[in-house]
């Protein structure tokens, strides 16, 4: 399959794949962070904001919330979930907005969505550009220097009358700026089974090389990759939260 055709077609079953993530513990840590270190404004932005649950949270919790992405059957199904909020089919290395944003957030490691460093680099000049003054964006990332080809996290459901089995890990090859995200799908219906096999071209960077990208445009906070407290990163796990103030 073509790069974003899993996510085309299976987009009706892409809140099942990710059953397994807990949507409000990531989207209340987040508005924590902008609590203390943005501003009161309440113009957020999700990038790569897929089928909309995070700003589900957000539209719920006060915000005047939008979403981008580049897949339009997903934002059909975010516009479901989100009626009031406005979502538009940008790609996140080069979109624009209406008015500045107080919060920018990038959820699921979908920042490295970027398939490359130039991409990157353009993503990061269209967030600063598109928030506010003291604006913040929020993002997960992993370091490539980190990732254990060997791990594959898998989780299944039951939906409709078949039941789903769910894979994805991470692939580095130890050299370049290219990484990749490995998914399974398989589908099994009265004993049948479908299955899918996908991998998503994308950016590959140590935190070091990140924290360069980012300095010239922010001030940069790096925190544990923990939804539950705020903990600064200790430099030893490959996973962090980055928090981002617009200088």
């Given at each position: ?96 907005v209406a008015e ?53 996290v898998r989780h ?92």
């Amino acid at each position: 399959m073509s790069t974003n055709a899993l996510y085309t077609d299976l987009s009706a079953y892409y809140d099942l794949m990710c059953a397994d993530i807990d949507y409000p513990a990531q989207s209340h840590s987040v508005r924590r962070l902008h609590q203390l270190f943005g501003t009161a404004g309440r113009n957020h932005l999700d990038l790569a904001c897929g089928t909309g649950p995070h700003v589900r949270h957000f539209l719920d919790c006060g915000y005047c919330s939008a979403g981008l992405d580049i897949n339009q059957p997903m934002l059909d199904i975010a516009q479901q979930r989100c009626p009031e909020a406005q979502f538009s089919r940008q790609d996140m290395a080069n979109f624009q907005v209406a008015e500045p944003q107080d919060l920018i957030t990038c959820f699921l490691y979908s920042i490295h969505y970027n398939a490359g460093l130039e991409k990157l680099r353009a993503c990061l000049t269209s967030v600063h550009a598109a928030l506010a003054e003291g604006g913040v964006f929020c993002f997960n990332a992993v370091d490539k220097h980190k990732i254990d080809n060997r791990s594959f996290v898998r989780h299944s459901v039951e939906h409709d009358g078949s039941l789903f089995a769910f894979g994805s890990g991470w692939y580095y090859s130890g050299e370049g700026e290219r990484q990749a995200l490995r998914l399974s799908i398989e589908k099994t219906t009265a004993g049948q089974t479908q299955a899918w096999q996908d991998e998503h071209p994308m950016v590959a960077l140590s935190f070091a090389e990140l924290q360069v990208l980012l300095e010239p445009h922010f001030e940069v906070q790096v925190f544990e990759h923990d939804y539950e407290r705020i903990t600064p990163w200790a430099g030893a796990s490959g996973n962090a939260l980055f928090v981002c103030v617009k200088r």
